[in-house]
């Protein structure tokens, strides 16, 4: 398996992006799919996942941040709205084919994408 993300770039607060990540098989292969980020010298924290029809949010970006999944494209999204300087990091996509629970230790995905670079920045 193998996914590939893309969508990052240089945003002004309050801005928008739209990433994605594009699987090597369709999403209906994956438990879970999910996004993480890494500040450079900071602990990976996960951002968002989605299993089945369930979703979960870290607390801070609830309300703007939306993950999706369009099994068609074998794509996953992650609309991001009214960013702030603090999203500013490196965000990866994962997928999960080993269990059904909904969580964001990045220790129970399996694949993992190369990662895109988000800034937020004036």
């Known amino acids: 398996v193998q996914l590939q993300a893309s969508g990052g770039g240089l945003v002004q607060p309050g801005g928008s992006l739209r990433l994605s990540c594009v699987g090597s098989?369709?999403?209906?292969?994956?438990?879970?799919v999910a996004w993480f980020r890494q500040v450079p010298g900071k602990e990976r924290e996960g951002v968002s996942c989605i299993y089945g029809g369930t979703t979960y949010y870290l607390n801070s970006v609830k309300g703007r941040f939306t993950i999706s999944r369009d099994n068609a494209k074998n794509t996953i999204y992650l609309e991001m709205n009214n960013l702030k300087p603090e999203d500013t990091a490196v965000y990866y996509c994962a997928a999960d084919v080993s269990q059904k629970v909904v969580t964001l230790l990045d220790v129970m995905y399996d694949y993992w994408g190369q990662g895109t670079l988000v800034t937020v920045s004036s």
């Open positions: 098989r369709s999403t209906q292969f994956y438990y879970g």
